[in-house]
């Protein structure tokens, strides 16, 4: 058995999580047989808000196969170094990559594109929705523009905390010019579609900003941020280029490690303090495994002038980076999390940065789920 202390901070006990990943995934399906906590409302306790009762930031490890092409969740909070094994049961599908069950997710929405072309967004894999009734929302069929295409999407990023508000507006960014936006709620909804002129942004993510109202897209190489409103910037979107100060300073070694590596840009906003951050995560495929290793990150906090200051404090906060859209909470929050640091998931690595210092701690194990779910208020169950 493995011992854990559970007072530690988070990223000191990611080594030995990882240990239990790596053993996870050479479990028998049928034998989920890993420390663990069953009861499903454990859980609520140990990993909440003070202002308001929440469920603890997580992602979904996999679930336990139970009959039927169904399973059983097995969750890990941020807060703490254990798995929880839960009673809700989801399709299999949607946590099996070999599947690809899912093309993106969204505060604990994921979306799903099947062969009839149509986009569901669903809560199977949100740990506080209805364990017996999911939510399955089906989106209009979707509309490809000329010269794009709607097969590979890149994320999903949605204007509230669910479909369900009269007033969410859920964007879809495909791999290519195509951005396309939807209100679910509305007695008929219908796709609004946008062809994207620079070729910056045709591989970048999408996320949303409650601070300013728009849907904003940071450009290849971190050097421009496209900003849409669907009522007012279809066709004109306002662009705001970056300017970069106080860089860190590396070595030609490092330099060198840093152009070899596959980089991706990510907007995460802070809406405690209102806050953006671009974050530029640095990875490489590592020789001996072929998957993907995380070395470096890089955080810059984003003015109202576009300047780009490298920073290596972020106060209270902890941001979750991962093929969900990004977000960002107070550490102080939830007892357990670790400020001042970026916690990453993807399809085949799991860690957490420390800000401070730079250092990484993390480990290559593959997740069909790879989607970090922010707090969820349990009122709402």
Avoid at 216 to 229: A, E
Avoid at 369 to 376: G, K, L
């Amino acid at each position: 058995m493995f011992c854990i202390n559970t007072n530690l901070p988070f990223h000191k006990n990611i080594l030995v999580m990882s240990l239990l990943l790596s053993r996870l995934s050479r479990l028998c399906p049928g034998k989920p047989s890993l420390v663990g906590r069953s009861s499903y409302s454990l859980l609520f306790s140990n990993g909440f808000s003070s202002s308001l009762l929440q469920t603890a930031p997580g992602f979904v490890v996999r679930a336990n196969p139970c009959g039927e092409g169904l399973g059983k969740l097995l969750f890990q909070k941020n807060t703490e170094s254990w798995f929880t094994h839960l009673e809700k049961k989801v399709p299999l599908e949607l946590v099996d990559r070999d599947e690809l069950g899912t093309v993106g997710s969204c505060n604990g929405w994921v979306a799903t594109l099947k062969d009839d072309g149509i986009l569901r967004l669903q809560d199977d894999l949100n740990p506080a929705a209805s364990h017996t009734h999911p939510k399955h929302i089906p989106l209009p069929p979707l509309v490809t523009l000329p010269h794009c295409q709607t097969q590979i999407i890149t994320n999903v990023s949605m204007s509230s905390s669910s479909p369900e508000d009269e007033d969410c507006v859920v964007a879809v960014k495909f791999l290519g010019p195509q951005l396309s936006f939807c209100r679910p709620a509305q007695s008929k909804p219908e796709w609004t579609n946008v062809k994207i002129e620079d070729p910056y942004f045709f591989s970048s993510r999408v996320m949303f900003s409650k601070k300013d109202d728009m849907f904003r897209i940071p450009g290849s190489g971190g050097n421009l941020i496209g900003s849409w409103n669907p009522n007012k910037h279809k066709n004109n979107p306002k662009i705001q280029r970056l300017q970069y100060q106080n860089l860190p300073k590396l070595t030609k070694i490092k330099r060198e490690l840093l152009d070899l590596c596959w980089t991706s840009e990510h907007l995460v906003e802070s809406r405690t303090t209102g806050e953006t951050f671009l974050v530029k995560w640095f990875r490489k495929t590592s020789r001996r495994l072929a998957l993907m290793k995380t070395k470096a990150l890089m955080v810059f906090k984003i003015d109202e002038e576009g300047n780009a200051v490298y920073t290596q404090d972020i106060g209270d906060l902890v941001i979750y980076i991962s093929k969900s859209e990004p977000f960002c909470i107070p550490a102080s929050s939830f007892p357990g999390l670790d400020r001042n640091s970026v916690q990453i998931v993807d399809v085949d690595e799991y860690g957490a940065i420390r800000l401070h210092d730079s250092s990484i701690f993390s480990h290559n194990i593959r997740f069909g789920a790879p989607y970090f779910i922010p707090p969820q208020n349990i009122d709402q169950v």
